[in-house]
């Protein structure tokens, strides 16, 4: 850890460009294939934005550009660039991948080296690695409207006109899925797509998803929140629509909302958990081990988990837009912890990286996937 830390202090105070700090190589796939794959699906990667010290970063929020974003690997390799001002950023298999739009053109970067350009200005939603091969699932405009196209190395291998992505990539039976809504909703399964004109439904908010053999609908109708196996229904009510998701991790599909004034998660109708007062910020899954993060009341905030509530201590304070990982019920999200200092939460006890600056990323391993490297 000492090693680590004084890696990353050398990396701050050089003001670096993208560059490999702390001299450990990660290995190369074919070294990968000799591994364990335990030690693959155990390494934790983080990103984090740092600051010089003595600069408030919380309250001049303006200068963030000012901040120099690392990437660790287990303490083992490290990256640093230089004035973090890429708004769209992915931490994919230990790399730092950028995005920008330069002259009608679409640019994504490596470790600060150019991997992928083409032509027209497409935000890149999601991104994911499959082996070598790079994956965009990306949003465009264009003189009739807007629409979604999925790219593999730069080429276009997928689009459709009038919807948008409803999801991140995530994993199926071993292919790569993601959800759409718009004119036209519904899900693509690797590059095979099932989907249907909105015009001729009367739903509203719909979420598909791509559920082993099964395919699953969670939408708005009247008020009220319904879910379906197929799109001809039966349709079954969850109650008011005050808020839905559905999550799902191969053992089952599990429904969360609110229920007078209750956080519950549900399974074929039946809550399984329950917390009141408590107002869900992010959640994750990974078999049937779900864990929520939230704020109970305006008073502290907490994690909740198998009906259990863990409040985080004072002065500790969650980045929920930067997202959970959980792997084998060990559960880390990134923190600030007093004075504007990066830390996270880790299996139940709060580390500090003794930094001027905050974690914007953390994954245990693929993340989400046991196939792909996905960058949630």
């Not at 974003?69 to 660039?81: A, T, Y």
């Not at 002259?103 to 970067?109: C, G, H, L």
């Not at 969360?256 to 519950?264: I, K, L, P, V």
Request: hydrophobic share 35%.
């Amino acid at each position: 850890m000492k090693r680590m830390m004084l890696a990353l202090t050398m990396a701050v105070l050089c003001g670096c460009t993208i560059s490999k700090v702390g001299g450990h190589n990660w290995p190369s796939e074919k070294e990968n294939e000799n591994q364990n794959s335990v030690d693959i699906e155990n390494t934790v990667f983080m990103s984090a934005v740092v600051f010089p010290d003595g600069y408030d970063w919380q309250k001049d929020s303006v200068c963030l550009s000012e901040g120099s974003r690392l990437v660790m690997l287990g303490g083992e390799r490290i990256l640093c660039e230089s004035e973090a001002k890429s708004e769209f950023h992915y931490m994919v298999k230990g790399s730092l991948f950028e995005t920008l739009v330069d002259n009608m053109q679409t640019i994504v970067r490596q470790d600060g080296q150019e991997c992928l350009r083409w032509d027209g200005q497409e935000s890149i939603w999601d991104l994911a690695m499959d082996g070598k091969d790079i994956l965009c699932l990306c949003v465009y405009e264009n003189e009739d409207g807007y629409g979604c196209r999925l790219r593999r190395n730069g080429k276009s291998i997928w689009h459709q006109d009038g919807c948008y992505p409803t999801s991140d990539f995530y994993e199926n039976k071993g292919t790569l899925c993601f959800g759409l809504d718009g004119e036209f909703a519904g899900g693509v399964q690797g590059t095979e797509e099932t989907l249907f004109s909105t015009a001729e439904l009367p739903f509203s908010n719909i979420n598909y998803r791509f559920f082993g053999n099964d395919r699953w609908l969670l939408c708005g109708y009247e008020g009220f929140a319904c879910v379906s196996s197929s799109l001809g229904g039966p349709y079954s009510s969850y109650g008011e629509n005050l808020f839905c998701g559905l999550l799902y991790d191969g053992s089952g599909v599990y429904v969360e909302q609110y229920r007078d004034g209750a956080y519950c998660i549900l399974k074929d109708f039946t809550v399984l958990y329950s917390c009141e007062n408590f107002r869900r910020e992010a959640v994750v899954i990974d078999g049937d081990d779900i864990c929520a993060l939230g704020r109970v009341g305006d008073d502290y905030w907490a994690v909740f988990s198998k009906g259990l509530l863990t409040t985080l201590p004072a002065g500790c304070t969650p980045i929920p837009g930067a997202g959970m990982a959980l792997s084998y019920g060990r559960l880390m999200f990134p923190v600030t912890l007093e004075g504007g200092v990066a830390g996270f939460w880790d299996g139940g006890q709060v580390r500090s990286l003794g930094l001027n600056g905050y974690v914007d990323r953390i994954r245990i391993g693929r993340g989400v996937s046991k196939k792909y490297w996905m960058s949630k």
